[in-house]
């Protein structure tokens, strides 16, 4: 019973990350943060479990009824669960500066960066008009003002801008979902009641 509790109450917290991980509009760098937090999330859960328990309300029930088993079990399926999203999104290790880079370019260290960019991004970030543009428009418009006085900058917001690594498959089932509603039997059928 503990076990259904625990699988119950760690789909709910799934379910969570799966519906912050949808919506159109969104850039690849929310879906970072999205996925980031939660592996921080299951981390801090995973070594203050038995604290942490009150996230995990039916196996709290559970355990209050007198059910009450070694809990380190959960943690290591939590483990298992963190290595399976480290490994599953082990490409955005590789994109973590870039996206720094995206998200903040007047607050990134240069000499963090490929060695091509840093005098790109200190010259944008010595330049005071960019820095209030940059504080009055959203992020993935500011990227056209750069153009073409920034070509590495804009190269890469243009491939951070480009990514579509989460969104794809909710897209493709909610385009699916529509032409389901529109293609009934009853489309073609012309009525004047």
Same mark, same amino acid.
């Not at 119950?8 to 850039?27: A, E, F, Y």
């Given at each position: 019973?503990?076990?259904?509790?625990?699988?119950?109450?760690? $789909?709910?917290?799934?379910?969570?990350?799966?519906?912050?991980?949808?919506?159109?509009?969104?850039?690849?760098?929310?879906?970072?943060?999205?996925?980031?937090?939660?592996?921080?999330?299951?981390?801090?859960?995973?070594?203050?479990?038995?604290?942490?328990?009150?996230?995990?309300?039916?196996?709290?029930?559970?355990?209050?009824?007198?059910?009450?088993?070694?809990?380190?079990?959960?943690?290591?399926?939590?483990?298992?669960?963190?290595?399976?999203?480290?490994?599953?999104?082990?490409?955005?290790?590789?994109?973590?500066?870039?996206?720094?880079?995206?998200?903040?370019?007047?607050?990134?260290?240069?000499?963090?960066?490929?060695?091509?960019?840093?005098?790109?991004?200190?010259?944008?970030?010595?330049?005071?008009?960019?820095?209030?543009?940059?504080?009055?428009?959203?992020?993935?418009?500011?990227?056209?003002?750069?153009?073409?006085?920034?070509?590495?900058?804009?190269?890469?917001?243009?491939?951070?801008?480009?990514?579509?690594?989460?969104?794809? $498959?909710?897209?493709?089932?909610?385009?699916?979902?529509?032409?389901?509603?529109?293609?009934?039997?009853?489309?073609?059928?012309?009525?004047?009641?």
């Amino acid at each position: 019973m503990q076990d259904l509790a625990f699988m119950v109450d760690i $789909t709910k917290h799934l379910n969570n990350l799966n519906k912050m991980s949808q919506g159109r509009k969104r850039l690849v760098t929310q879906y970072y943060d999205t996925i980031r937090e939660f592996k921080l999330n299951l981390s801090l859960w995973r070594h203050n479990f038995p604290v942490m328990t009150l996230l995990f309300p039916c196996l709290k029930s559970v355990r209050a009824k007198g059910l009450n088993s070694d809990l380190n079990q959960y943690k290591d399926k939590m483990t298992d669960l963190l290595q399976g999203f480290k490994k599953r999104f082990q490409i955005f290790g590789k994109l973590k500066t870039d996206f720094q880079v995206f998200c903040s370019p007047f607050t990134v260290n240069p000499s963090d960066l490929p060695v091509d960019l840093q005098l790109e991004i200190i010259a944008l970030q010595c330049d005071s008009d960019f820095n209030t543009k940059f504080a009055l428009v959203r992020l993935d418009t500011f990227y056209q003002y750069l153009f073409p006085g920034y070509p590495k900058v804009t190269s890469l917001a243009t491939n951070v801008l480009c990514m579509l690594l989460l969104g794809k $498959t909710y897209r493709c089932e909610q385009v699916s979902s529509v032409m389901n509603i529109i293609k009934t039997k009853l489309r073609s059928r012309l009525t004047h009641t």
